[in-house]
């Protein structure tokens, strides 16, 4: 069965430090991964990840993929209250439609 | 703006009820989802939809139903058979499948029983 696992399902930390989080998976298939920002209500896009070793970045927050240890990784320096959100990490394996396999999340607690 | 809308916010079903809940978007988007997130399991995949008047049943599909009749619009039902039908609701779309663009997401249905 394909599942996504991610770690850990909670942390709290102070303004200014630096958070990785871990997402790992065994699914058939496997397309992309992708990870999204869980504020309130509509998840945003974060990352798609599809190639080994090439990380992506975004300001203060980068990912990286390895293919052969099925994990991902999603790190935020310098965090703010504002990164405060639940993190979810999904893979999406070829031949489904599109559908996606989400992780249970990551709750980030950042306080000032 | 072009988005997704999801209606109600916050709905409430009454035991053997079916509710219905409103995906609507603006996107042109072929591709439209529905998730159901509970706490502590993240988001299932409930139904699934790549062209009008097509869709297929994902992971949890018992106990709702779908359709999609026009391309902008995928509203689904969730039947008196969903046992337990306390959750929240994300619709979600995208411009392909596979999804080479990021899928867009509604802001959610609350649904609670009384």
């Known amino acids: 069965e394909d599942k996504v696992v991610q770690s850990p399902l909670s942390l709290v930390v102070h303004e200014g430090d630096t958070v990785t989080l871990n997402c790992s998976y065994e699914v058939t298939n496997f397309r992309s991964l992708l990870w999204y920002k869980q504020e309130k209500k509509a998840p945003t896009f974060l990352f798609m990840l599809t190639s080994s070793g090439i990380e992506k970045k975004s300001g203060r927050l980068s990912s990286i993929l390895d293919k052969k240890e099925l994990f991902s990784i999603l790190n935020i320096t310098a965090t703010q209250t504002g990164d405060s959100a639940v993190y979810l990490c999904?893979?999406?394996?070829?031949?489904?439609?599109?559908?996606?396999?989400f992780g249970q999340g990551t709750e980030l607690s950042v306080k000032p | 703006d072009g988005g997704i809308t999801q209606s109600p916010k916050y709905l409430f079903r009454k035991e053997g009820q079916n509710v219905t809940l409103s995906c609507e978007q603006n996107l042109n988007h072929d591709a439209m989802y529905w998730y159901r997130q509970d706490p502590g399991q993240g988001l299932r995949l409930i139904y699934y939809s790549q062209i009008v008047n097509d869709f297929q049943k994902g992971d949890i599909a018992e106990g709702y139903s779908v359709s999609r009749e026009k391309k902008e619009s995928f509203p689904l039902t969730v039947t008196s058979a969903q046992k337990n039908p306390t959750a929240f609701y994300l619709c979600a779309s995208a411009n392909g499948f596979p999804a080479d663009e990021k899928l867009f997401f509604g802001s959610g249905t609350q649904l609670s029983v009384l």
């Open positions: 999904a893979v999406e394996p070829y031949n489904q439609g599109g559908k996606l396999i």
